[in-house]
């Protein structure tokens, strides 16, 4: 008997788990990007500033959010392409609290009218 571990392929770890929705096996059509105007939120009363996202800091809390495989093949080109077109050097997580602080800007701005509503309510 062989003292060897099998462990699996690569294509066996990486295998698509679901058929996308419309039936496809392709990549998915693109949506086209959703411009969002936030203006600069001015100080209160208190003198305190706007809530930003967090950046690169150790973070007590954790989420966890399921995507398609889709989504986060379009999450990793966005990562992608600040890289290489902007010299952004950073990680899904960053870009993804970047989004939520954008949306949720929106959404105390423009309340009814922010883009994370109509979306929301559209699907």
């Not at 706007?50 to 995507?67: F, L, Q």
């Not at 889709?70 to 950073?90: C, F, P, Q």
């Amino acid at each position: 008997m062989s003292r060897r571990v099998s462990l699996p392929t690569a294509d066996e770890l990486f295998r698509p788990t679901a058929r996308r929705h419309d039936g496809g096996s392709g990549p998915r059509p693109v949506e086209r990007p959703v411009e969002v105007a936030v203006a600069e939120p001015e100080t209160g009363d208190a003198g305190a500033t706007a809530k930003r996202p967090s950046g690169r800091v150790r973070h007590d809390e954790k989420m966890t959010v399921y995507i398609t495989s889709d989504e986060l093949m379009d999450l990793e080109h966005a990562r992608l392409l600040l890289r290489r077109r902007h010299g952004l050097a950073v990680d899904r997580g960053r870009v993804v609290r970047e989004a939520i602080s954008i949306a949720l800007a929106d959404f105390e701005l423009n309340g009814d009218d922010s883009v994370i509503v109509q979306r929301l309510r559209d699907h």
